[in-house]
């Protein structure tokens, strides 16, 4: 069995042995890295290239959230899920919509942490739900505002096939030239795209648009084809 390959990134040693004894006893899971700052967890994460990278926020030299950017660059297949002590609507959004998978409290760190890693490693979104139903109403500017679910679903509706593809696709954090990969199509054509189904949702930003998949349940799917 192909296991998920996973890099731990915080700055708590005692925290991340106790991170690792947990996950490699896991029969599908295997830690084949650490960090123990920012800069670090950038290094390791373009060297390891890992399935799942789990991300503190508050680490030396460049926080999690800095870090975040510079790893999907780095490694671009890699599915972050952030690992935190802070619930916080304002870090929840900020990792959202820099690309994170998933968004764990560090005091839940136990069924729910490999509930999480499994989900991302699937393609998934993994949110508590609070997370999600405070992502899906914190407050947003006029032009991002996402709608009233029933309105959600109507405009969703307008999509056509292919558009609501690269939008889940772009929900779930995918590049353009990852999901141009996964759609056989060109990266040109998943701006296209892109672009078009942004104009139709009346959306701005990533954070709106996660806003707005939570709203009309696509991320409540898992993505097969993702392994």
Same mark, same amino acid.
């Given at each position: 069995?192909?296991? !998920? ?9 005692? &925290? ?8 490699? +006893? ?6 084949? =890295?650490?960090? =123990? ?15 799942? !990278?789990? %991300?503190?926020?508050?680490?030396p030299g460049l926080n999690g959230l800095e870090a975040l950017e510079q790893i999907r660059s780095q490694a671009p297949k890699s599915r972050? $899920? ?9 870090? %929840?959004?900020?990792?959202? *919509?820099?690309? +994170? ?6 005091? /839940?760190?136990?069924?729910? &942490? ?19 139903? +405070? ?5 947003? /500017? *006029?032009? /991002? ?13 307008? $999509? ?11 929900? $779930? ?10 759609? /056989? %199509? ?6 296209t795209y892109k672009s078009r189904m942004m104009d139709k949702l009346g959306l701005q930003t990533r954070t709106a648009?996660?806003?707005?998949? &939570?709203?009309?349940?696509? $991320? ?8």
């Amino acid at each position: 069995m192909s296991k !998920i390959r996973i890099l731990v990134a915080d700055d708590h040693a005692v &925290l991340q042995a106790g991170l690792e004894a947990m996950l490699n +006893a896991e029969p599908d899971m295997l830690v084949v =890295g650490s960090a =123990g700052d920012g800069h670090a967890a950038v290094r390791q994460a373009a060297l390891l290239q890992p399935d799942v !990278i789990l %991300l503190d926020i508050n680490m030396p030299g460049l926080n999690g959230l800095e870090a975040l950017e510079q790893i999907r660059s780095q490694a671009p297949k890699s599915r972050i $899920l952030i690992l935190t002590m802070h619930d916080d609507a304002q870090y %929840l959004r900020q990792a959202m *919509a820099g690309g +994170a998978s998933g968004y764990v409290l560090k005091q /839940s760190a136990g069924k729910e &942490l490999l509930m999480a890693i499994r989900t991302v490693w699937q393609g998934g979104v993994y949110l508590h739900p609070n997370h999600a139903r +405070a992502l899906a109403t914190s407050p947003q /500017s *006029a032009t /991002s505002a996402a709608p009233q679910p029933s309105e959600a679903v109507k405009r969703f509706q307008l $999509l056509s096939e292919r558009e609501a593809e690269v939008f889940r696709l772009v929900a $779930l954090g995918y590049r353009n030239s990852e999901i141009a990969d996964r759609l /056989s %199509l060109s990266v040109k054509t998943v701006e296209t795209y892109k672009s078009r189904m942004m104009d139709k949702l009346g959306l701005q930003t990533r954070t709106a648009l996660v806003r707005f998949a &939570l709203e009309v349940g696509v $991320l409540q799917k898992t993505d097969a084809a993702g392994h």
